[in-house]
Every structure is written in structure tokens, then in C-alpha cells.
């Protein structure tokens, strides 16, 4: 079993950069996938980074390249998500996700995968 603890939302401004943490405890995350998903007001929950830690390989939903940045640290065992150039449309809850295993291109974007979920830290971005 492992917990997922997110922190590190907030309210900025428009253009400012946050960076989310997401604390894995029970076990390592070694040979998982973790992502990060949002959610916004009204909206369904979308799909925003995923990072497979073994392979070290990325994936990214197209609004966020360029300004967002997903990584891990085996020392601290926690996932990262360094924002950077934020948007009011960035503006949501955002969710740590976790599932044991190396996923595929076909499948790291999709909730439904994901068996470990965090409760998620509220990032606010004024225009």
C-alpha cells in the first residue's frame, strides 16, 4: 500500500512559478508511474504529467510543455511538478497519482489506471 501526500499549491499571480511535491510513504516508488492529474471547477479531471521512474521517461499534455516539469527524487521519495509561467487556466486541485508498474504511452494518461491517489493541493493563479 502507499500514501500519497501533495503540497506545495497555492495563490499566485500570473507568470509566477510553484512547484508541487508529492511524499510517497510505505514503500518506494521504484517501478512505478506517478502523474499528475487536475481538476477544475465544473470541469472533468485532466491529465497533466506523468513520469515513469524507471526508465526516467516523460509525458506532458500539450498546454503545459514548455512551462511545467515532472521529476522524482529517490532520496526523498517523492515526485515533483515544477510550474513554471502560470496561467488563470491553470488554476485547479491538483492530484498525485501512483500505479506500480512502467505504464505505456497508450495508457499514462488516463485516471482509471492509476491505483494510488493523493487528496490533492489546490493551486490558484490570479490574472
Known amino acids: 500500500q502507499v500514501q500519497l501526500v501533495e503540497s506545495g499549491g497555492g495563490l499566485v499571480h500570473t507568470g509566477d512559478p510553484l512547484r508541487l511535491s508529492c511524499v510517497a510513504s510505505?514503500?518506494?516508488?521504484?517501478?512505478?508511474?506517478v502523474a499528475w492529474f487536475r481538476q477544475a471547477p465544473g470541469k472533468e479531471r485532466e491529465f497533466v504529467a506523468a513520469?515513469?521512474?524507471?526508465?526516467?521517461?516523460?509525458a506532458y499534455v500539450d498546454s503545459v510543455k514548455g512551462r511545467f516539469t515532472i521529476y522524482g527524487d529517490n532520496a526523498t521519495n517523492a515526485v515533483y511538478l515544477q510550474m513554471t509561467d502560470l496561467k488563470p487556466d491553470d488554476t485547479a486541485h491538483y492530484y498525485c497519482?501512483?500505479?506500480?508498474?512502467?505504464?505505456?504511452?497508450?495508457?499514462?494518461?488516463?485516471?482509471?489506471?492509476?491505483?494510488?491517489w493523493g487528496q490533492g493541493t489546490q493551486v490558484t493563479v490570479s490574472s
Open positions: 497519482a501512483a500505479k506500480n508498474k512502467q505504464l505505456t504511452l497508450g495508457t499514462i494518461t488516463t485516471a482509471q489506471t492509476y491505483l494510488y
Open positions: 510505505g514503500r518506494p516508488f521504484n517501478g512505478y508511474t
Open positions: 513520469l515513469r521512474l524507471n526508465r526516467g521517461t516523460t
